[in-house]
């Protein structure tokens, strides 16, 4: 399996442009979380789904993110319009919906806004 | 939100030392992860500990979980270079509900 893929790996955009993260899933896995890593709040979770549906997304900073699962091998997710602020690492993972299953990080997609 | 400190946050040391790192709570998990992540890649999972003090063994490092299963420790023997990384605990409260430490960054000097 070639694990969870995130696309871009890097991403610059201007402040007030819309960004889109790409995040596809390790197959079979059922749930499907995203993060965001920064230095001073450390990995923070935004959202997660459970067989694409959104279950908890008290983690998203604003209105201005926004998360969608419309089949079980793809995900994204949207921030409009960015802010310097967001800049920041952010990871996709997956797993299976249980008691201490692991969870499988993509390499991140390092965003800058400008 | 479940907070879950780790100290050190950072840790230099010299190949060939031991090193322990303590990840600590107020609240009680079902179960304790620890993760290590490398530059440029998501974490790793490296361990699992369930059972309040379980202690579990990966070559040269030692995990184990506190009696109460609210805090972990992790301990390394002989440190090497290819130890460097940022190691995270993550405590789970059920299924999904994960929340991760602040992190320690570890630095092996060769």
């Known amino acids: 399996d070639a694990g969870v893929i995130q696309s871009p790996r890097h991403e610059v955009t201007e402040m007030g442009q819309e960004v889109t993260l790409r995040c596809k899933p390790i197959?079979?896995?059922?749930?499907l979380f995203w993060y965001r890593q920064t230095m001073m709040r450390g990995l923070e979770l935004l959202i997660y789904?459970?067989?694409?549906?959104?279950?908890?997304d008290s983690g998203m900073p604003e209105d201005r993110f926004s998360a969608k699962m419309p089949n079980a091998s793809f995900s994204t997710l949207k921030i409009q319009p960015s802010e310097p602020r967001d800049s920041a690492v952010y990871f996709c993972a997956s797993s299976w919906n249980r008691n201490n299953s692991p969870l499988h990080f993509g390499n991140g997609t390092r965003l800058t806004v400008t | 939100t479940q907070l879950l400190e780790q100290s050190p946050q950072f840790l230099s040391i010299q190949e060939g030392e031991n090193l322990t790192v303590y990840c600590n709570s107020s609240s009680v998990f079902s179960s304790l992860q620890w993760y290590r992540q490398e530059p440029g890649e998501g974490p790793v999972l490296l361990v699992t500990?369930?059972?309040?003090?379980e202690v579990k063994k990966l070559k040269r490092l030692t995990f184990q979980f506190g009696d109460a299963r609210k805090d972990s420790s992790l301990h390394i023997t002989a440190a090497q270079p290819g130890d460097t990384g940022l190691y995270l605990c993550?405590?789970?409260?059920?299924?999904?509900?994960?929340?991760f430490g602040t992190g320690t960054r570890l630095t092996v000097i060769p």
């Open positions: 197959s079979g896995h059922n749930s």
């Open positions: 993550a405590g789970q409260t059920g299924a999904n509900n994960l929340f």
């Open positions: 789904f459970n067989n694409n549906v959104p279950i908890d």
């Open positions: 500990v369930v059972t309040g003090g």
